[in-house]
Nanobody, 120 residues
Framework: QVQLVESGGGLVQAGGSLRLSCAAS????????MYWYRQAPGKQRELVAT???????NYASSVKGRFTISRDNAKNTVYLQMNSLKPEDTADYYC??????????????WGQGTLVTVSS
């Protein structure tokens, strides 16, 4: 079984920064693409950023230039550095990973989410 655990959310003032982490654990052989999504109250979940195993990244236009996704393959961990935060960045942030497991082959795993609140 594989689990993703996010951390780093919290309350921050507009213009501030937060760094989210998402650590994978369990019967992992390797992890391919890792993702950050977010879901604001009353809105659909949206893709924020992706990072391939070799480090290729993509960002939603709304966060490009402010957020940076990175990963540490040795620690099976993905990060999201969020700078210049805006009130509209307030949401639950979720990580997702495409995991190659030791026994069950390829699976997709979601974390439980971490809340980011940006005050104006």
């Amino acid at each position: 079984q594989v689990q993703l655990v996010e951390s780093g959310g919290g309350l921050v003032q507009a213009g501030g920064s937060l760094r989210l982490s998402c650590a994978a654990s369990g019967s992992i052989f390797s992890i391919n693409t890792m993702y950050w999504y977010r879901q604001a109250p009353g809105k659909q979940r949206e893709l924020v950023a992706t990072i391939s195993r070799r480090g290729d990244t993509n960002y939603a236009s709304s966060v490009k230039g402010r957020f940076t996704i990175s990963r540490d393959n040795a620690k099976n961990t993905v990060y999201l550095q969020m700078n210049s935060l805006k009130p509209e960045d307030t949401a639950d942030y979720y990580c997702k990973a495409e995991v190659v497991t030791v026994i069950n082959g390829n699976i997709v795993v979601w974390g439980q989410g971490t809340l980011v609140t940006v005050s104006s």
